[in-house]
């Protein structure tokens, strides 16, 4: 087939590609990740590229404006390559590497609690090292080689009847390997349901065993490289998940995955490859060899869960949405791919649902929720909603879509947290004149989730839109902040020349009521809840957040524009990464994991689309706050 | 690199090889199985082929004469390939297939007993299969997959707490599966120490599981395809070991095999091919797919067993002795490259030590030796002479190396049984006139190891030689058939006009030397295990002979040359593959598997080479029957 030379710029990278290659799966291939929120069907429009020369095949130019198509502008995923060609990937267009959330929280509350959960679930990690000596054979003591190590493995553990079982891998190279060491061994071994797995065999040593937690994201992936002896987080990284790719949200991605069965390789593959990518990080920081981490645990939401074990995913998304598995055995890496010792076993978290996850489950143990008497409620606001509702004695949970809106996904000028985000909006009711807060002070180029709640807050107060979201654009300080263009109205939070950019960033009408939508649609999920097991929100002690958004999110704002019930601010805590949290206890302590079993057994899912409650509240939520004033009295 | 054409003959088959190719690679390469005894080392003479043209080079010819090297005789081993060539590869050079023993027996005893052990032990097969319905998920009733699955096989079977395995590529696929078989499913498991391992899933249906009972041998591979549900063994098959070609011993392939890594990879590739062969023609004969075999057994020496597994070997053959395992863990079939289901678990028999291994243990269990208050003995006569003796209370075991001349090695004009092999001989004690039985009544070729024996017990009684095996050139009857030549003494068995070949069919008084080494070493075993307990001949109710040389056996002979103890033929038995029988025993009954692995660690291993008893016994053996007659009352 013919091949193609095609220049990206600005790195002015070359690469060869065959004929009807689509310019973004070239730019993979060059390195260079281009954002597709449809996952390469045209209609998101994220992948934009200029076209600098070459005269490409033009499948599709979905929403592209004549003046745009006109400077050259194209789909990548919808522009296919017949002739050498040279690409400008503009900033905008690129997936950017950046911090993610490592579980970091700004109240600092849970680091201690955390430490508790450990005292209280005992410290007993999953896998564990033992060194052992032992004595040569001869021709009277001549068991054999397995028998002599098994016996006295035993009897240090006091394992009793325990089965042990050794891999073949390892069993293949015991003999060479025992009389190298001189019979001075170090064995690294997994605790199981059924017994105790040798995992590793090599010359004695006093290196500790390492184990790694994961949190799958369907956005970002974060790993935590943690000391099984002393239990401290050694080494944390995060990233995108490179299954970006195939689509921004879950649905997309299984639609993809399930459309060939080279899709659904392709896709566990990615984020294969994404945790491998942060191991190799930590590992060569911490100069560790793969072969020290000797267990892994993995948390992430139902869909996540099976992408990463590469089972098919479909029934997920059909009615009546079934999982493949709740709990998922353990499997050696090698048969996951993953960098670590070939025989260690990665424990994938349970899950309740097809859309509650082993996250979910993860944060529900982390954060203590099941063990007292108080009612907690447990939010992890990302696209979806996952919220949990429960005690010592009960437990409810419940998913609701809500959109990409709060990642920066379908808002105009929306982006993640990162620098340059505008965080926090400051505006003069009478003149509408604008201060604004931007991540590292720099120049604003988009708004992020939270800011997105802080500006309707903002906007509402000043009486910019009404209580349906709606502009007023008769508004009396007669701004020129405040617009109607030709298909939306909009208010501009920062102009042209200080965003240094061609054009102003604004917030229109469209984006507010996708915000409201999100909104919605979790506060509904929430009452849901609450009317399922009739509760009342005052009953609540304690409503804890976790996820990336609700990091940095203002608790007044977010009652104010009715994303959260009115409560006190003081019953508010933020958890952060409660996933990989909730995978590291795990990891440190068997017990913990025994009990994150218990809790997905004991989880009641609620499915909201059963019956019309869900849709009523949701209705209802529109508005900011709410229809029903009476249930945001401090905002009345 | 340079290829030349090789030409076979008289197959006529035409190959192409690169430069400094061996003759006996080349004649691998072409399907022509050459014999190599001492794995190509240009040692053991078995290599012979005949160049026709063309000129190698010659890196030796090893105990070759001139006259053999002058009709273009060369060692196969040792003569490189450096241009175009026609070679003949004679009939006695080549490894022929013949029927091998595949467990049946003369005298039909044991097919009884074999029932009664599985009534004894229950029936209740390492692995099994249930159909199952399962009803279909809906909105409220949405448990997993999974769960749904291992609820109701748990209700079914009532496996109460045990832990239930489903591997990652079952589990996979799951979905999808349970759909398209409308939810009605049959399910292939495995139980193990460790809990219940799920191995297939697959549309319900009523095909009965199958096992496959494997007997690896030094020398030949034997499989029974067994129903699980019947316990009938449906077909059978046995052929060499395609090891043969890296030596005829276990010491020369545990040479080979550790050698360079890549050594030990071909050495159990050879195996595992030769596994498949069997597999692949049973599965064919039967109309059955790889995925209806749900289980192996498989029993064989130690060094069989590390070889199969590709566990290193190399301790074995180096004082102390130590193998790397005496139990084996079970893998999965894939792990191993077997023909059958990928996740069905192949269990290797427990063996005692380096040289008594899992076939001795499968001999030992199948014969229910160690059930009564009887003292039994068991012996497995083959290159090495393994025997165990005992009965409920105590279980002892040696091995002794009795070489290979009961398998026709090291045997002028030995061969196995098969037709044209000499199996009895009568001779006029006046005129020395002899006359033949051979094998299908066919011209004789040569002896087989029952004809071996039979000969030196006739020689014997005929004078031809005496007690210590010296020929009696003097004899009285003047016969031709007793002559001296260069180097060495001979008497004619067959007249090279009566054997069709060019050479007279002999005996020599080398091959009768190492004949009364072979059965001195094992009597001399007999004798000191007997010592080692305490037990006089006398107290031994039942001999049982197992082994293909066994089966052809005559008692009186083996008696008379001091290879057996001398007692009444009553007493003695023939099991036949007793190791293929274990096999299949184990399949049928998870508490005869059990029981085996009982034996294995209840048998006292007894080291020969430690003291100086059994070299004593060994001495006193070099004698027809034995230096000390009283122990021969019958032939004093
Ligand atoms: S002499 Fe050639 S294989 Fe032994
Ligand atoms: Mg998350
Ligand atoms: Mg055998």
């Not at 108080?374 to 809500?402: K, M, P, R, Y």
């Not at 996904?409 to 947290?417: H, L, N, S, V």
């Not at 903002?458 to 617009?483: T, V, Y």
């Not at 990336?548 to 977010?558: C, K, M, R, T, V």
């Amino acid at each position: 087939m013919s091949q193609y030379q095609i220049k990206f710029m600005p790195e002015n990278r070359v690469i060869e590609v065959a004929h009807g290659t689509s310019l973004l799966s070239a730019a993979a291939k060059a390195g260079i990740t281009v954002k597709s929120g449809c996952g390469g069907k045209g209609t998101c429009g994220a992948c934009k590229v200029v076209v600098l020369s070459g005269d490409p095949i033009i499948e599709g130019t979905g929403n592209l404006t004549p003046e745009q198509l006109s400077k050259g502008i194209r789909l990548a995923c919808k522009t296919l390559i017949q002739g050498d060609m040279t690409i400008e990937v503009p900033p905008e267009s690129r997936l950017q590497e950046h911090q993610v959330l490592l579980g970091d929280v700004q109240k600092g509350l849970l680091q201690e609690s955390e430490h508790d959960l450990l005292d209280k679930f005992g410290r007993h990690p999953l896998a564990r090292k033992q060194r052992i000596s032992l004595s040569k054979p001869t021709l009277t003591e001549n068991s054999s080689d397995w028998s002599r190590l098994s016996i006295e493995l035993r009897r240090v553990l006091q394992t009793g009847e325990k089965p042990i079982h050794i891999p073949l891998s390892v069993l293949k190279h015991l003999p060479e390997l025992l009389r190298k060491a001189n019979w001075d061994v170090s064995i690294t071994m997994t605790d199981t349901e059924a017994g105790l797995t040798i995992t590793h065999i090599e010359q004695g040593n006093d290196i500790p065993p390492y184990g790694v937690a994961i949190d799958i994201g369907t956005t970002t992936v974060v790993v935590y490289l943690v000391n099984l002896i002393t239990g401290e987080i050694v080494d944390q990284q995060g990233t995108y998940n490179k299954q970006a790719k195939y689509g921004d949200d879950v649905i997309t991605r299984i639609v993809y995955a399930v459309e060939r069965e080279q899709n659904l390789i392709e896709i566990r593959d990615a984020v294969v490859e994404t945790v491998n990518g942060l191991l190799d990080k930590i590992l060569a920081r911490q100069s560790l060899s793969s072969k020290d981490i000797s267990s892994a645990v993995v948390a992430g939401n139902t869909t996540m869960t099976q992408l990463f074990l590469g089972v098919d995913p479909r029934y997920i998304r059909l009615e009546p949405y079934i999982p493949t598995m709740t709990t998922a055995p353990s499997y050696p890496a090698r048969e996951l791919g993953l960098h670590m010792l070939p025989e260690a076993l990665v424990h994938s978290y349970p899950s309740v649902a097809s859309y509650v996850g082993g996250d979910i489950v993860a944060g529900t143990l982390v954060t203590d929720l099941a063990s007292g008497e108080d009612i907690i409620l447990f939010i992890d606001i990302g696209t979806n909603g996952e919220i949990v509702l429960g005690n010592q004695d009960w437990l409810v949970a419940c998913a609701c879509s809500a959109g990409p809106s709060f990642e920066g996904g379908g808002i105009t000028f929306g982006m993640r947290a990162m620098p340059g985000a505008i965080e926090r909006i400051f505006v003069d009711p009478k003149t509408l004149d604008v201060s604004l807060k931007v991540i590292n002070n720099q120049t604003p180029v988009g708004i992020c989730g939270s800011g997105l709640v802080d500006c309707i807050a903002k906007l509402l107060s000043a009486g910019i839109i009404d209580r349906a979201g709606n502009f007023q654009l008769e508004h009396k300080s007669g701004s020129q902040r405040l617009r109607a263009t030709a298909d939306d109205k909009q208010f501009v939070l920062a102009w042209a020349h200080q965003a240094g950019g061609e054009k102003d960033v604004v917030i229109t009408e469209n984006d507010i009521k996708n915000v409201i939508r999100a909104k919605g649609a979790i506060y509904a999920g929430i009452r849901s809840l609450l009317n399922m097991v009739a509760v009342d929100i005052e009953m609540i002690s304690r409503i804890i957040i976790a996820g990336g958004f609700g990091n940095y999110l203002n608790i007044h704002d977010s009652v104010q524009i009715g994303l959260l019930p009115d409560l006190e601010p003081e019953r508010f805590e933020f958890v952060g990464n409660a996933s990989v949290k909730g995978a590291r206890l795990a990891l440190l302590s068997q017990n913990a994991w025994r009990e994150a079993e218990e809790l997905g057994r004991k989880m009641t899912y609620v499915e909201l689309s059963v019956g019309a409650t869900y849709m009523d509240e949701y209705m209802a939520a529109l508005f900011l706050p709410h229809t029903d004033m009476s249930l945001f009295p401090s905002f009345q």
